[in-house]
Structure formats: structure tokens, C-alpha cells
């Protein structure tokens, strides 16, 4: 798991990432959630995403937005940070340049970012929403979605009410030519405390769907007390 610093459009900006044994094996971009609440990319759920694409094959990275960890600047409400995620993905594919396609994952805030991401970058080819916060980000960008993908998150979230995903969920099913999954998961807060094994296993479900895969890689390892 090799940190790596890179150049962001405020400064340097902090990451881990995991590099393909293939040369044309995908790439995947993990953001993470609100800097302002405790949001870093060592974050569980954001690690469990990393490893998820690792396991599969990708050259996965996740890094932390401008003003988090070690990363330079300070936050920008959103615009700073997707300016941050398009870098990142520019970094990725500079140093993997023969990836045949790319996802992008995200956490809350990460989610929001990563899908006005992939509206800018017609190489995304597939996504993973966790718990997008509908009621608190404007999501009427998405017109129309380009890509297919996952939308998941619990129906005992307090911070983004369930139908509040719901009606974005079904907003994007009436577009044509993409595929909306959609999971909730029971009990599951906006954090997963509790959950992050039923979630980690509809994520990993889903993008082995995609993939075409057969047999599941092993289990995730839990994060690193050192990084946590």
C-alpha cells in the first residue's frame, strides 16, 4: 500500500495507492467523506472500498481532499474538491496509462464529488454511491447520467433521510441507457456502524456482476490500528 504524494490543484495532496499487476487492468478512484466531519481517505468504509478493487485487480487510489491529513489548502465546499478528485484521477491514469476502463467510488460527501466527476469524464464506466446525501447537494447535474452503477445506503439514516436517496434513485431509473442498482441495507445508519459487512458485501456483489466474476476474492482485512 505505497503512499504516494501528488500535485493538486491547491498543493500537494496525500494518497495510498495500489498499483495493477496488469497492464490494462482498471482503475478505480475511492473519495472520501465531508473533510469537515472527520472525513479522511483512512476512513473504514473508504479503506474497505480500496481493498475491494484491489482484490479484483484494479490500480486503486484514495487520497485525502485538500486540507485533510497531509494533503495542502483548505476546504472549498465542494468545488475545490472535485477540482481535487479530477487531478487524482489525472495522476492515476498518468501512471497507468493502458487501463482499459475506470470506476469511481464514494462515501457521503465522496459520493456527491464522484458523480459530478463522472459527468466530466466519458472513461468512467461504472460507480459506487454509498449513502449520497440527496437532501443536503444539489444532484441535478446527473441529466442524464452517463454511467451505470450502485447506489447503496441504510434506512435508519438520520442524516440523509431515506426519501430523499429514494427519489434520486428513481429520477435516474427513468434515464435510458444506463442501469441503476439500488441496496438499502436494514438498520444501517448514515456510518454503517454495525454494517459495514452487509455493505461491503452488496459493493463487492455488484461490481463482480459487472465484472463477470464467478468466484468472490477473500474477505477484506480490517484497517490498520496505525491508520485508522
Avoid at 46 to 68: C, E, T, W
Avoid at 73 to 96: C, I, N, P, R, Y
Wanted: charged share 20%; proline share 8%.
Amino acid at each position: 500500500m505505497p503512499e504516494v504524494i501528488f500535485n493538486g490543484p491547491a498543493g500537494r495532496l496525500e494518497g495510498r495507492f495500489h498499483p495493477a499487476k496488469r497492464r490494462n487492468a482498471p482503475i478505480a478512484l475511492v473519495l472520501h467523506l465531508h473533510p469537515q466531519f472527520g472525513g479522511t481517505m483512512n476512513n473504514q468504509i473508504v479503506y474497505q472500498l480500496y481493498y475491494m478493487f484491489a482484490q479484483r485487480g484494479f490500480a486503486v487510489l484514495r487520497f485525502n481532499f485538500r486540507g485533510v491529513g497531509r494533503s495542502q489548502g483548505s476546504f472549498d465546499h465542494g468545488q475545490g474538491e472535485l477540482s481535487d478528485a479530477a487531478a487524482a484521477l489525472d495522476w492515476v491514469q498518468t501512471v497507468h496509462p493502458d487501463a482499459r476502463a475506470c470506476w469511481i467510488a464514494g462515501f457521503s460527501f465522496g459520493a456527491w464529488i464522484g458523480m459530478q466527476l463522472l459527468m466530466r469524464r466519458p472513461e468512467v464506466e461504472g460507480f459506487i454511491s454509498v449513502a449520497p446525501p440527496a437532501n443536503l447537494h444539489d444532484f441535478s447535474f446527473l441529466a442524464p447520467c452517463p454511467s451505470s452503477g450502485l447506489i447503496v445506503h441504510g434506512d435508519n439514516d438520520k442524516v440523509v433521510p431515506q426519501k430523499d436517496v429514494q427519489n434520486l434513485v428513481d429520477k435516474l431509473k427513468t434515464q435510458k441507457g444506463i442501469i441503476i442498482d439500488h441496496e438499502t441495507i436494514p438498520g444501517a445508519n448514515h456510518f454503517f456502524e454495525n454494517s459495514i459487512d452487509d455493505l461491503m458485501l452488496r459493493c463487492g456483489s455488484y461490481l463482480d456482476k459487472r465484472l463477470g466474476l464467478d468466484t468472490p476474492p477473500p474477505l477484506i482485512p480490517a484497517l490498520p490500528a496505525s491508520e485508522d
